[in-house]
């Protein structure tokens, strides 16, 4: 099992549409807990791969997430 966490500030929180149906698209089980600061998302993926290219879509489309 591959797990990653992302971290989306508050601030970012305008790009979570768009984030989410990317880790749809990637993620086999995602978690998602919202806080004071913003939200954190955990995410199972099916291989390291997988995962690897989640987070290379994310840098792609979403570069300013962060």
Do not use: W
Request: net charge negative.
């Amino acid at each position: 099992m591959n797990v990653h966490t992302f971290i989306i500030s508050e601030k970012s929180e305008k790009y979570l549409d768009a984030f989410e149906s990317i880790i749809r698209k990637y993620g086999t089980r995602i978690s998602k807990i919202s806080t004071k600061d913003g939200t954190v998302y955990e995410i199972e993926f099916d291989s390291s791969e997988l995962m690897d290219n989640c987070k290379k879509a994310i840098s792609q489309q979403l570069p300013n997430l962060y």
